[in-house]
């Protein structure tokens, strides 16, 4: 596997249930990156993790709950979510946050559809 | 605030050039991004500009003008599979650097 992989490519989930979206960059990169892209929107920012740490928040509702343990791999944990959540969810990775090396390489998103 | 701001659709004929613009208001300013995005697919990187002028990469050409706060992607000869969201996205160093994205320009290119 090269790059940034994303699963599932597709969700189907109801409102009560728990899922959880994985990311996993192959490239030896220090920051990863969450965002959500609903159509007609731009690419929204949710989360910032550098160095497994969480640099950033962009006022995600707490139904969103991001986890990295490692500087691989990114989980993006899901409960309760409604309706308007449903999007497409890319993980991006740089390797580093800041600077001229901040080129984001992207995954190929999971489509994720609440019922 | 921060704004990007490109059209929402346009088509163009195969073989033909196509200039897809993009506008920003953004508090800092630290590069400017395209993006190219096949329908269910990643965005993958096309260019990047931090000066002023003109860069080429192959069909691909970005134009940078920091003090219009403008920038446009030129694509020359194109082929079918250049129908894609072209996404344009500014790198705000005042905001840990990170990318604003505009919503993305649909190009359909036609026979």
């Known amino acids: 596997e090269t790059g940034v992989t994303q699963t599932p490519r597709h969700l189907v989930m109801g409102m009560t249930n728990k899922k959880s979206l994985k990311c996993e960059q192959h490239?030896?990169?220090?920051?990863m990156y969450w965002y959500k892209q609903s159509a007609k929107k731009p690419l929204e920012l949710m989360f910032v993790y550098s160095l497994e740490e969480r640099v950033e928040n962009n006022s995600v509702p707490s139904r969103f709950s991001p986890e990295c343990p490692n500087s691989s791999h990114l989980f993006l944990h899901l409960h309760t979510l409604q309706p308007e959540d449903s999007a497409l969810y890319l993980c991006?990775?740089?390797?580093?946050?800041?600077?001229?090396?901040?080129?984001?390489?992207f995954g190929p998103g999971t489509r994720l559809t609440v019922l | 605030g921060q704004n990007i701001d490109q059209p929402t659709e346009m088509t163009a004929t195969e073989g033909a050039i196509v200039q897809i613009n993009c506008t920003y208001q953004?508090?800092?300013?630290?590069?400017l991004f395209w993006y190219q995005q096949h329908a269910g697919e990643a965005p993958t990187f096309l260019s990047y500009n931090v000066l002023d002028g003109l860069e080429e990469k192959g069909r691909f050409s970005s134009f940078l003008s920091r003090s219009k706060g403008y920038s446009y992607l030129l694509l020359k000869e194109l082929q079918m599979k250049d129908s894609a969201s072209y996404l344009c996205a500014v790198r705000d160093p005042g905001n840990t650097d990170k990318l604003i994205f505009g919503t993305g320009t649909r190009l359909q290119v036609f026979p």
């Open positions: 953004t508090s800092g300013f630290n590069g």
């Open positions: 490239l030896g990169h220090n920051a």
């Open positions: 991006a990775s740089s390797q580093e946050m800041a600077g001229v090396d901040n080129e984001q390489f």
